[in-house]
Every structure is written in C-alpha cells, then in structure tokens.
C-alpha cells in the first residue's frame, strides 16, 4: 500500500519560514508528479505548487509564488516545500499527493491518485 507521510508543520510567526518534507513508500517516485495542496478551515483544498518526475518543471499558485519553493529527491523518494515570508493566510493543513504521468503536473486535486495524511502549518501574526 502507497504511503505519502508528511512532516515539519508547526506553528510560526508571519515573515517566518518552514520547510514541510514528505516520505513516500511503496510508490515508484520518480514516475510520479508531486504536488502540495492545502486546506484551510471552512473552505476548499486549494492547490500550492507541482513538480515533474524528474524535479525539472515545477509550478505554483500565485499566491505563493515567489514565497514557496517545491523540490524533490528522487533517491531519498522524498518532495519538499520551502515556505518563506509566511503569512496568516497560509495557515492550514497541508497534503502532500503524487500521481504516475508522463505528462504536465496537475493543479486539481482530482488528477492525484496518492495522498498523505496532512500537517498543520500555523502562521500567527
């Protein structure tokens, strides 16, 4: 059974920075498109950013680009996201999901067959 597990949520000021990895087992990674998607209370997942099989093509929301950076390591099968200059807005909880593609990476949710369980990113102001 494919298991994504996400890490490195927590609670930080605005202006602050984490970084959110996520482990993916029994999955051939470096197949698979990753993306990070996030929810925030009351409202609909909404996507972050996507990287390609090979980490060469990435994408982002715009309301993080520029903040957020998404990178992956295909031997440590593990994705990444890089928040910077976080603000309250960014709070939520965030999902790490993958999806075998040979083509573009995907911005809905519903293109991503893998997810992994969340964690909570608090920003405080």
């Known amino acids: 059974q494919v298991q994504l597990v996400e890490s490195g949520g927590g609670l930080v000021q605005a202006g602050g920075s984490l970084r959110v990895s996520c482990a993916a087992s029994?999955?051939?990674?470096?197949?698979?498109?990753m993306g990070w998607f996030r929810q925030a209370p009351g409202k609909e997942r909404e996507f972050v950013a996507a990287?390609?099989?090979?980490?060469?093509?990435?994408n982002y929301a715009d309301s993080v680009k520029g903040r957020f950076t998404i990178s992956r390591d295909n031997v440590r099968n593990t994705v990444y996201l890089q928040m910077d200059n976080l603000k309250p807005e960014d709070t939520a909880v965030y999902y790490c999901?993958?999806?075998?593609?040979?083509?573009?990476?995907?911005?809905?949710?519903?293109?991503?067959?893998?997810w992994g369980q969340g964690t909570q990113v608090t920003v405080s102001s």
């Open positions: 999901a993958g999806h075998y593609t040979t083509g573009p990476t995907g911005r809905t949710p519903a293109e991503y067959r893998y």
């Open positions: 029994r999955l051939a990674f470096s197949d698979c498109a």
């Open positions: 990287i390609n099989r090979s980490g060469r093509s990435t």
